[in-house]
């Protein structure tokens, strides 16, 4: 696949929050700049299917593993683990009655003090529990789990709406163009349809040659291939806002 689709969806403020511009291609890039910061990743592999259609059924935790990393020290779990593994080890006499007395109180701190102040190397320093650093509990960063929740969801309803409306294109497109317009980008898409446009209600065929070279450029079809194209098919399903039976007496046969 040589060209390349490339899309930009934006969603706005929700209560002064949550704004975000995402711009992502058919080959698996996705950018994301907004209110939680810039996000982006490349798949390099995500199967046939349409990128938009794959990012949609993503799940949060797979996206943000993609986007970021656990990289923040969660306090509240991390507190249940100690604590647990305290009980634990004092059932299995590795602690003395002291020792997890001790354990338990410098938990205790951790969990009312900030990091600032009492911080999770601190703790660490203080306990007396063996490999007690594979208890601490890493999340993701309160930027990308804000995004995750308020503003993905929104960006995924924008693909979305533009998936279901390019369905109801694709139904109305004839069978021959379905493959060559589904890579087209919106760009491309909209140059086509002001050559087939002209084609269209063209009264004169001076340019008709060259309209037609546009077509088949675009839709990567042979002279030949083109034989079998009906314009006036093309451009109501380019155009679904049109009535056929109200312009079919301007259009014609125009293709001589």
Same mark, same amino acid.
């Given at each position: 696949?040589?060209?390349?689709?490339?899309? @930009?969806?934006?969603?706005?403020?929700?209560?002064?929050?949550?704004?975000?511009?995402?711009?992502?291609?058919?080959?698996?890039?996705?950018?994301?700049?907004?209110?939680?910061?810039?996000? !982006?990743?490349?798949?390099?592999?995500?199967?046939?299917?349409?990128?938009?259609?794959?990012?949609?059924?993503? !799940?949060?935790?797979?996206?943000? !593993?993609?986007?970021?990393?656990?990289?923040?020290?969660? @306090?509240?779990?991390?507190?249940?683990?100690?604590?647990?593994?305290?009980?634990?080890?004092?059932?299995?006499?590795?602690?003395?009655?002291?020792?997890?007395?001790?354990?338990?109180?410098?938990?205790?701190?951790?969990?009312?003090?900030?990091?600032?102040?009492?911080?999770?190397?601190?703790?660490?320093?203080?306990?007396?529990?063996?490999?007690? !650093?594979?208890?601490?509990?890493?999340?993701?960063?309160?930027?990308?789990?804000?995004?995750?929740?308020?503003?993905?969801?929104?960006?995924?309803?924008?693909?979305?709406?533009?998936?279901?409306?390019?369905?109801?294109?694709?139904?109305?497109?004839?069978?021959?163009?379905?493959?060559?317009?589904?890579?087209?980008?919106?760009?491309?898409?909209?140059?086509?349809?002001?050559?087939?446009?002209?084609?269209?209600?063209?009264?004169?065929?001076?340019?008709?040659?060259?309209?037609?070279?546009?077509?088949?450029?675009?839709?990567?079809?042979t002279p030949l291939e083109l034989e079998n194209i009906d314009i006036r098919e093309l451009a109501d399903a380019l155009n679904p806002e049109?009535?056929?039976?109200?312009?079919?007496e301007l259009g014609g046969d125009l293709r001589g």
């Open positions: 696949m040589n060209d390349v689709t490339c899309w @930009r969806y934006s969603v706005p403020n929700v209560d002064y929050d949550g704004w975000a511009v995402a711009h992502l291609d058919n080959r698996g890039f996705l950018a994301v700049i907004g209110d939680y910061g810039e996000f !982006g990743h490349l798949w390099h592999n995500f199967g046939d299917e349409d990128f938009r259609v794959f990012l949609s059924r993503l !799940g949060p935790d797979y996206l943000m !593993g993609k986007l970021g990393e656990r990289s923040e020290l969660n @306090r509240k779990d991390t507190v249940h683990e100690l604590r647990r593994e305290i009980c634990q080890d004092r059932q299995a006499g590795s602690l003395d009655r002291e020792q997890a007395r001790e354990d338990w109180e410098a938990v205790a701190a951790f969990e009312i003090e900030s990091d600032a102040t009492y911080s999770a190397e601190d703790l660490l320093d203080e306990l007396h529990m063996e490999d007690a !650093g594979e208890l601490f509990v890493m999340d993701y960063p309160p930027r990308l789990k804000g995004f995750m929740e308020r503003t993905w969801p929104r960006l995924v309803a924008e693909m979305q709406k533009d998936l279901a409306r390019e369905a109801e294109e694709a139904k109305r497109m004839p069978e021959a163009l379905r493959e060559p317009m589904r890579h087209l980008s919106p760009t491309a898409k909209e140059a086509l349809n002001t050559a087939v446009k002209a084609l269209y209600f063209a009264d004169s065929s001076d340019y008709y040659s060259a309209l037609w070279g546009v077509v088949g450029t675009l839709l990567h079809m049109w009535h056929a039976d109200a312009v079919t």
